[in-house]
């Protein structure tokens, strides 16, 4: 079972920027490297947990969601078993508990879909950084 650790959250002024950084143990991304789905999820309070990101560890293909398109940026550094959430132009409705995720799937294709999978058994989670944006 894959163990996620966040870290890389904080307090930040809107128009900043903050980086997240998820680190993964239990396994290393080569023993099954072509087939991890990495995702960063988010949820505010009142809300339902929302996908921000995905990345699949075979092509490092990527996808967001309209609301952070453009600002964010989803990257895997494989040496270190790290993924990164890097948060531009931050506004205070990104204001939320960022959660990393992990799951095996079988394609890309798969790894995009999973974004809209709000499931607490479908992922592995890690702990949950806070992020808050003042105006």
């Known amino acids: 079972q894959v163990q996620l650790v966040e870290s890389g959250g904080g307090s930040v002024q809107a128009g900043g920027s903050l980086r997240l950084s998820c680190t993964a143990s239990g396994y290393t991304f080569n023993s099954v490297r072509n087939r991890h789905c990495m995702a960063w999820f988010r949820q505010a309070p009142g809300k339902e947990r929302e996908g921000v990101a995905t990345?699949?560890?075979?092509?490092?293909?990527?996808l967001y969601p309209d609301s952070v398109k453009g600002r964010f940026a989803i990257s895997q550094h494989n040496a270190t078993n790290t993924v990164y959430l890097q948060m531009n132009s931050l506004n205070p409705e990104d204001t939320a508990v960022y959660y990393c995720?992990?799951?095996?799937?079988?394609?890309?294709?798969?790894?995009?879909?999973?974004?809209?999978?709000?499931?607490?058994?479908?992922?592995?989670w890690g702990q949950g950084t806070q992020v808050t944006v003042s105006s």
């Open positions: 995720a992990a799951r095996v799937v079988q394609s890309a294709w798969l790894c995009q879909a999973a974004l809209n999978v709000r499931s607490i058994t479908y992922w592995s």
């Open positions: 990345i699949y560890i075979g092509d490092d293909s990527t």
